[in-house]
């Protein structure tokens, strides 16, 4: 570590011991929730407290008093405090209530001695003695899994307790005959008429409208319908019911219409990442978190026609499914709250904390593959396995520990193909994941937990096709010309340890996350053409890397003296990066001479091999190694402080700002704001209203990435060469160094709950980006000192202006033991390129028209899905329908001679455009509850085997189709088991 990267660390903490040592001088009061108290009294004491979280959910208390009590102290302060009694239960319980006249709390004796195993009374009547009665239980979801915090109330009085983290609870209750009635947010309550010794209670799903969330706010008392900003929350065991579930790009896609997770073919490295776009912006514009800390991006750099073009995004589908509780979404700029990259919106992937449970799921599905023409190919392919495991077990009392362990295979597909791509369709996949998420008290006020993984894929996926009589080919090893296979090794691996707690009534969470993302490449069934038949048919092309390592401190509190509550959070982050590209073996990347020695500018021309007059290309076909001048080792470091505040000025009006500086080291400053507001027009309905700045720094790989490869234009392959933006040879551009993407980001929500079970929530956007890097066209590399016919650069490059529209509507219907559950979402978006940075240089090659389409296309003009659960008893049927909207797209026809459409430039470009029609999908789940403990699940995604348009071979996949959200394989049939214990 350098030593202005040390210096920064020791700031940190510096900082960090500062503010606590000021703040502990400035605040002699700190009024909290009466229950978030008793949390703390709980924990400090080891006792537990059972309450109405009804009656006592208004009251405060000023804590600073409790923290150097005993708990005989702290009982008797808390009744003089509050208007509440306190009594001993034994068994380190208390129950805490309202004195009221004959309740049977008063026929205790007041006279009370606490202890934290013994307790003396006053004797109690015989005959109540023999009325007294405890009652345990536990509360669970339809997954059976623990409902933590679940209300127990007894009907008819004022008694009631919450449950454990395990689920469970113990009761005293006042008369045998009441009954009890068991609720949590996002559950349809119970009712329990007869009550037993212990009770086993199971709450069923209702319309979640009211989550506590981490994203977007800090406070973890703000619910979602009263947040400033507007946010989704995926529970994944709700979706579970209604999707196969195999991947997380998969699953977010089914549930938020604006974003996009397009699967590609023949796109070199994202054939084996998929790119995921939200709102239709880069993949790296969106944020990624793991409970709440920020996850590493890939060392990819997506290129040719993939969506997300010339941009990194981090990669999701590294982390299985099975690990996930739920997925929260930001839909909205939070550059101001959590730095680079959250232009669009943040994701936060919460992982699961039970602590006893075992899961384990088994998917078993296959494509329908009759849309192909090749006989031999028709039926089915694409087959596909997926096994998980998540196992949750307690460490000591407190402390838990949750494991999962994911295994996916996927083989190819296989669509019509074309004369330059035989082999279209998705890679084969083969991913072996664990994930582990742990948190275990070291004190009474300090918690450490850790999270983090492994994921390691190895990818299969066809390149271009090489004919038989191409200067590409050697007929004495592929007679009938060849398909060349691009194989990768990508292992990502992440670990996060931190220590939260409470000091002097400031909420505090130190933490150091590191992430790294390894990709190999491997190319197979190839050749390198100037080696002639002694050429290899295998190749180690080498790869590249990136990692990074995050330190944050996080502060909060709330000072509930202040309007009606002001909650502040603040922090600091130190963050390093590293980006390495490697080199492959000699072969994959070098010319031969006819004797066998790599070619050289001394060469003589008749010594370089050739065919029909043709030089061969060296290298490995399909995809050509990274050479020793490719290699790269950059690091950079990032300083940033931010301060996040959010206050109720009202009951009704909740008003957030955040500001935040963040210092690059090659870029330099950025600072940006945030204002957002939460108005309750009525106490069914809020609107919401935000502004802010953000930015996006230029990652390392689009300063840093080169490569020479071969690019088809048209069908005809010519080498290209892609040069880092700190090469010389882009200043003789005009090209300046890259600098940071600005934003402004305005959004406008209204949220309508109408009845209990009916939601509605519309919202509208406006992204205006300045500076987006793009990656340019293909210049003239002819009069350059490079054996390369193109060039290209990343650059700085246009400025785009996106507007938009989400809503949804829900709506939840029960009849005794059946529901009903419907969705509307949708997402309406459209994007414009304001103004193009090209300088002096030809606007058209710079960044034509068919790259304009490409990033336009990559906001679809709107997504609708249609979503209908009907749930009875031990059987739910599930029904989606996704309608995908229309798309244009420019082929490389655009490029061809005028002259070929009668001088005409309007017959070239109607001739160019690819018109991919609005469709239409239908994915429909059947899941029956065998027992218990398992359950039986089998349906399809695109039922009816919908396919995009249909093009010529003139798309950039070289396939019959591009690559659009729809996808281009078809119907999938699959059947899942799902045992729980």
Not at 460 to 488: H, K, L, M, Q
Not at 828 to 851: P, S, Y
Request: hydrophobic fraction near 35%; proline fraction near 3%; glycine fraction near 6%.
């Amino acid at each position: 570590m350098t030593l202005k990267n040390t210096y920064r660390l020791y700031l940190l903490v510096l900082v960090f011991f500062t503010l606590f040592s000021f703040q502990g001088v400035s605040q002699e009061h700190n009024y909290i929730f009466l229950a978030d108290a008793l949390d703390e009294i709980s924990e400090r004491h080891k006792v537990f407290f059972t309450y109405n979280p009804i009656v006592i959910k208004s009251d405060k208390v000023d804590i600073t008093p409790f923290e150097k009590l005993s708990l005989e102290q702290s009982i008797s302060l808390l009744k003089k405090l509050t208007p509440y009694e306190l009594e001993y239960l034994g068994n380190n319980y208390y129950v805490v209530f309202k004195p009221k006249k004959s309740s049977y709390y008063n026929r205790y004796s007041t006279n009370v001695v606490s202890g934290n195993n013994t307790i003396s009374r006053d004797s109690l009547n015989s005959n109540f003695e023999n009325e007294k009665r405890i009652i345990r239980g536990v509360v669970l979801d339809p997954f059976y899994q623990p409902i933590r915090k679940a209300n127990v109330i007894e009907n008819n009085t004022q008694n009631g307790t919450i449950t454990r983290n395990d689920g469970s609870f113990e009761l005293e209750m006042v008369s045998n005959d009441n009954s009890l009635t068991i609720s949590h947010i996002g559950f349809t309550s119970e009712r329990v008429l007869s009550v037993e010794n212990f009770n086993t209670v199971i709450l069923k799903s209702g319309v979640q409208l009211d989550e506590v969330f981490i994203v977007g706010s800090r406070n973890s008392k703000r619910q979602k319908i009263d947040s400033p900003v507007s946010t989704e929350v995926i529970d994944v065991q709700n979706v579970v019911r209604k999707t196969d579930l195999l991947e997380v790009n998969q699953l977010i896609q089914t549930e938020i219409p604006s974003f996009n997770a397009t699967k590609q073919s023949g796109s070199d490295g994202a054939d084996h990442i998929i790119p995921a776009t939200y709102r239709g912006l880069g993949p790296d514009q969106t944020l990624v978190l793991i409970n709440g800390k920020r996850r590493h991006q890939t060392s990819l750099i997506n290129l040719y026609g993939t969506r997300g073009r010339g941009n990194s995004g981090t990669d999701l589908n590294t982390i299985p499914t099975s690990a996930i509780k739920r997925i929260e979404v930001l839909k909205d700029g939070a550059s101001a709250q959590y730095g680079s990259d959250a232009i669009a919106g943040v994701i936060n992937i919460v992982l699961k904390d039970n602590p006893n449970t075992t899961n384990i799921n088994s998917t078993f599905g296959f494509y329908n593959a009759a849309n192909n023409e090749d006989d031999s190919r028709k039926g089915i392919d694409g087959l596909t396995f997926k096994t998980d495991v998540n196992y949750g077990g307690k460490i000591g009392e407190n402390g838990f520990i949750n494991l999962s362990a994911e295994f996916l295979t996927k083989g190819h597909t296989f669509r019509q193909g074309t004369n330059i791509r035989e082999n279209y369709g998705d890679a084969a996949v083969t991913s072996s994941s664990l994930f582990f998420n742990s948190e275990l008290p070291i004190s009474e006020s300090i918690n450490a937990y850790t999270n983090g993984g492994y994921n390691f894929k190895n990818t299969r996926a066809y390149a271009f096709t090489r004919p038989f009589d191409s200067e590409r080919n050697v007929v004495s090893i592929y007679p009938d010309g060849f398909n060349p296979v691009i194989t990768s090794n990508i292992s990502d691996k992440s670990l996060t340890i931190g220590f939260k707690g409470k000091f002097k009534g400031w909420n505090v969470d130190f933490s150091n996350s590191y992430g790294d993302n390894y990709f190999h490449y491997f190319i197979k069934e190839t050749l390198n053409a100037t080696l002639l038949e002694n050429s290899p048919s295998e190749f180690d092309a080498g790869g590249h890397s990136l990692n990074q390592n995050t330190t944050n401190i996080d502060l909060s509190k709330q000072f509930s003296g202040i309007l009606n509550g002001l909650h502040v959070a603040l922090g600091l982050e130190n963050k390093i990066e590293n980006y390495r590209i490697f080199a492959g073996e000699e072969e994959s990347y070098l010319s031969y001479d006819i004797n066998g020695l790599p070619v050289t500018n001394t060469t003589p021309i008749n010594l370089i091999p050739t065919l029909n007059g043709v030089i061969r290309p060296g290298g490995s076909q399909g995809f050509p190694g990274y050479a020793p001048s490719n290699e790269v080792d950059r690091a950079r470091t990032s300083f940033s402080f931010y301060l996040d505040t959010e206050i109720d000025i009202t009951k009704k009006w909740i008003l957030a700002t955040a500001i935040r500086y963040e210092n690059y080291s090659d870029f330099g400053n950025s600072i940006n704001t945030k204002i957002a507001s939460n108005y309750k027009i009525t106490p069914k309905s809020n609107l919401r209203f935000s502004f802010s700045t953000g930015f996006r720094a230029p990652s390392l790989a689009q300063i840093y990435y080169n490569l020479k490869f071969t690019n088809y234009i048209d069908n005809v392959p010519m080498e290209s060469f892609l040069i880092a933006n700190n090469d010389p040879i882009t200043r003789q551009f005009g090209i300046q160094r890259l600098k940071e993407e600005k934003a402004v980001n305005y959004s406008l929500g209204f949220n309508y709950r109408i009845t209990k079970n009916i939601n509605l929530s519309i919202d509208a956007y406006h992204i205006y980006i300045k500076d987006r890097i793009i990656l340019s066209g293909n210049f003239d590399a002819t009069l350059l000192n490079t054996d390369a016919e193109n060039v290209q650069f990343f650059a700085n490059g246009v400025n785009t202006s996106t507007y938009g529209t989400d809503f949804r509507f829900s709506w939840l219907k029960n009849w005794n033991d059946a529901k009903f559950n419907l969705s509307l979402t949708g997402n309406v978006n459209t994007m414009n390129i304001t103004r193009i940075h090209n300088k002096d240089l030809d606007a058209e090659t710079f960044f034509g028209i068919r790259e304009r389409f490409f990033l336009k296309a990559s906001a679809p003009n709107h997504k609708i899905i249609f979503n209908s659960i009907i749930s009875k008893g031990k059987f739910s049927w599930s029904n989606t329908i996704t309608r995908f909207s229309s798309l244009e797209l420019i082929d490389w026809q655009i490029l061809n001679p005028i002259s070929e459409f009668n001088n005409s430039s309007e017959e070239r470009f109607e001739a160019a455009i690819d018109k991919y029609d609005a469709k239409y999908t239908l994915d429909s789940h059947i899941s029956y509850k065998l027992n218990k403990n398992f359950s039986f699940q089998f349906g399809a995604n695109n039922l009816f085997n919908t396919y995009p348009t249909v093009q010529g071979e003139n798309t950039d996949s070289g396939g019959l189709w591009d690559a659009v959200q729809m996808g281009s394989n078809g119907a999938f049939y699959y059947s899942k088991v799902l045992a729980n214990f």
